[in-house]
C-alpha cells in the first residue's frame, strides 16, 4: 500500500485500489442480481469471504466505491453477523465496517486538507472523493 502515501499522509483509495485490496485478500467479488441490497458480503464456515455487487443498481462510481468499500470492510475486520443476531451486534458489525471504508475512500488528514483548501460543502467534498453524500456525512 505504500502507492497509497504521499508525504507521509494517506490518499483517498482509487475503485481500481478497492479491487485489488480484494484480490490481494483473496476476496472474490462477483456481479449477483441484488435488487433489495445493490451489495452483500459473506465469508464462508472456511475463512472465504465473498462480495456480490448488483452493477445494475448502482448508478455512479461513487455507489460502487461505497458498496464496494463497505463490503470489504465486513471482509478485512471479519464484521460478520447472521439474520438471527441481535439488533446492537448487527450495528457494531455495520460500523466497523464503514470505519474501515472511510478510512479507505475519505482518510481523515485528506478530509482535513480539503476542507482548509476552501472544500466545505458536502456535496463538493462528495464529488472530491468521488463518494455519496450520505457516505460522507456518515464518514
Not at 464456515?45 to 456480490?52: E, P, T
Not at 439474520?83 to 478510512?103: C, F, L, Q, V
Not at 472544500?119 to 455519496?132: H, K, N, R
Amino acid at each position: 500500500m505504500q502507492n497509497m502515501l504521499k508525504q507521509g499522509r494517506r490518499k483517498k483509495t482509487r475503485t481500481s485500489e478497492l479491487y485489488e485490496i480484494a484480490a490481494n485478500s483473496g476476496t472474490s467479488v462477483l456481479c449477483y442480481d441484488l435488487p433489495e441490497t445493490c451489495s452483500v458480503s459473506v465469508m464462508t464456515a472456511s475463512g472465504q469471504c465473498f462480495v456480490g455487487i448488483d452493477p445494475m443498481q448502482l448508478e455512479t462510481e461513487a455507489e460502487e466505491r461505497v458498496h464496494l468499500a463497505h463490503e470489504l470492510g465486513h471482509c478485512v475486520t471479519g464484521s460478520f453477523y447472521n439474520t438471527y443476531s441481535a439488533a446492537d451486534i448487527r450495528k457494531k458489525h455495520e460500523i466497523r465496517a464503514d470505519r474501515r471504508a472511510a478510512a479507505w475512500l475519505v482518510p481523515v488528514e485528506e478530509l482535513k486538507s480539503a476542507i482548509r483548501s476552501g472544500i466545505t460543502e458536502i456535496w463538493s467534498l462528495a464529488e472530491y472523493f468521488d463518494v455519496t453524500e450520505d457516505f460522507l456525512r456518515n464518514a
